[in-house]
């Protein structure tokens, strides 16, 4: 059930960039094999294709894991909560608001954690499939605007949103991975040949280990190109999903009821100090007036008087 209703979510409208994104990434892994396995005779595309879509599949398998959630949190700097004060002032908190965000959508995962990081800034993201990791910044701002923060992480986990950065997270390790070996079987024929050559010495030689020059130049060249470009287009294609699922999000917070202690929560936000893949998460949300306009479009009555003495 779980995996079609992750499909279900994949093929949602506001995932189709990232559906593309994945798509793009079996055909990078796919050309990749096809370089690596050049000189191999009887070997057809469609083998070449069906072998990447395993090991990418296997990849997506481990990212869906434990293990992958374990991995995200690592990256983000997320730990337990230990201080005493922290956990008496927050845990009462995100109960009710999983409680009623249970109520809401009762496909929402069991047993999901709360973690925080250092981050002086206040903010919260969820990630995985049972993780919601706050800021130590957040516990500072009032209590319906820490509410509201959480009912939008809990819209990303009833939407399934948080494993759609697992999925994208992982397929770029694995097309790196790629990458990275391909460049050291490069860079390994260009060391030996650069011993050949040496060996061979004379007019020979210096011709050859030109020809290993510039023939390990554009190759290099290529990969590189390769890698900017399909990074690029990976950025603006989950960025492009991102910015849709940030407004259901904020949807689903305003349906706890949060809609007005979202807004002053949106209003309050800085520049962020966020760094790594925190940083890429926050770099996908839309502009914070269009979000307040949304929600004041959806019955929020929250308003900023100016010019008040």
Not at 136 to 150: F, H, N, S
Not at 203 to 212: K, L
Not at 242 to 268: K, P, Q, T, V
Request: with cysteine; net charge neutral.
């Amino acid at each position: 059930m779980y995996v079609f209703d992750l499909i279900k979510r994949l093929v949602h409208k506001t995932n189709i960039p990232t559906l593309i994104y994945l798509v793009i990434n079996v055909f990078v892994i796919t050309g990749i094999i096809a370089l690596l396995l050049i000189g191999f005779t009887g070997i057809t595309f469609w083998q070449e294709f069906a072998l990447a879509l395993i090991l990418y599949m296997i990849s997506l398998f481990i990212a869906m894991s434990p293990f992958g959630e374990w991995i995200l949190r690592l990256q983000t700097g997320c730990k337990k909560i230990k201080r005493a004060e922290q956990k008496e002032f927050i845990e009462s908190i995100f109960q009710e608001v999983y409680e009623d965000a249970k109520k809401l959508d009762p496909h929402i995962p069991n047993k999901v954690k709360l973690y925080i990081n250092g981050d002086s800034e206040p903010n919260a993201f969820a990630t995985g499939r049972k993780t919601i990791c706050i800021t130590e910044g957040l516990l500072y701002m009032p209590q319906d605007q820490i509410k509201a923060t959480l009912g939008h992480e809990f819209g990303h986990l009833a939407h399934k949103d948080t494993d759609l950065i697992l999925l994208v997270s992982v397929g770029n390790l694995i097309v790196s991975a790629f990458v990275l070996g391909f460049k050291l079987v490069i860079d390994i024929g260009h060391i030996t040949t650069s011993i050949f050559a040496a060996i061979l010495g004379g007019t020979e030689g210096v011709i050859m280990a030109i020809c290993n020059a510039i023939y390990h130049f554009f190759i290099t060249l290529f990969v590189t190109g390769i890698m900017w470009l399909w990074t690029k287009i990976g950025i603006w294609l989950v960025m492009k999903s991102s910015r849709s699922n940030e407004y259901e999000a904020d949807e689903f917070s305003y349906r706890l009821g949060y809609g007005n202690a979202l807004c002053a929560m949106l209003d309050s936000l800085g520049g962020s100090t966020a760094k790594g893949l925190f940083a890429s998460l926050e770099s996908s949300h839309p502009d914070k007036d269009a979000r307040i306009m949304h929600l004041q479009e959806l019955g929020a009555t929250y308003r900023v008087v100016y010019g008040a003495k």
